[in-house]
T-cell receptor, first 115, second 112 residues
């Protein structure tokens, strides 16, 4: 089954404790991206990657890191989480045809609470 | 900077009624996407609109795109309770590969 898999789905942590949210897709998509969703703000892009070893900042990259060492994986790293990073996080991928982002396929989401 | 505005942001309607959700955007684009999100769930792709005048229909939902007006609409015909969800439009800048910009979403409640 074609899917985007995120882990963990739910996490409660404390300020300053490093954490990683993993994302893996099995569709051989070139493009991967992370969004955060907050009430009243919709979805905002954190980072994206157009291919292996190519990453770039989205609209709200502060406090986050990413890496793309393999095509299928795109982990989101919070080096020192703070309460304002409490949010619902979505990983997404797309085949990126003709140099456009294209239709995104989303993971199930990871709900993160930072105390 | 691309801005995407949806309205209304909240809509409560009765079954069997018709209504339209609007999505306006600020920069030239001919690629627009509609997604549905159920509470606590992920986003599900509904429609992909890739040219001016594009119209797509699935069941009671119909989406259209007017690139000259920078406007897309999602029309609901004879609403049923199962269509209750949050609907997002998302726009892609022409020639851009830096992701989609989402509207804030329209929270739709359809009451029996």
């Amino acid at each position: 089954e074609a899917q985007v898999t995120q882990n963990p789905r739910y996490l409660i942590t404390v300020t300053g404790k490093k954490l990683t949210v993993t994302c893996s897709q099995n569709m051989n998509h070139e493009y991967m991206s992370w969004y955060r969703q907050d009430p009243g703000l919709g979805l905002r892009q954190i980072y994206y990657s157009m291919n292996v070893e190519v990453t770039d900042k989205g609209d709200v990259p502060e406090g986050y890191k990413v890496s793309r060492k393999e095509k299928r994986n795109f982990p989101l790293i919070l080096e020192s989480p703070s309460p304002n990073q409490t949010s619902l996080y979505f990983c997404a991928s797309s085949p990126r045809l003709a140099k456009n982002t294209g239709e995104l396929f989303f993971g199930e989401g990871s709900r993160l609470t930072v105390l | 900077e691309l801005k995407v505005e949806q309205n209304p942001l909240f809509l409560s309607m009765q079954e069997e009624k018709n209504y339209t959700i609007y999505c306006n955007y600020s920069t030239t684009s001919d690629r627009l996407y509609w997604y549905r999100q159920d509470p606590g769930k992920s986003l599900e792709s509904l429609f992909v609109l890739l040219s001016n005048g594009a119209v797509k229909q699935e069941g009671r939902l119909m989406a259209s795109l007017d690139t000259k007006a920078r406007l897309s609409t999602l029309h609901i015909t004879a609403a049923v309770h199962d269509l209750s969800a949050t609907y997002f439009c998302a726009v892609e800048i022409l020639g851009g590969a830096d992701g989609l910009t989402f509207g804030k979403g329209t929270h739709l409640i359809i009451q029996p």
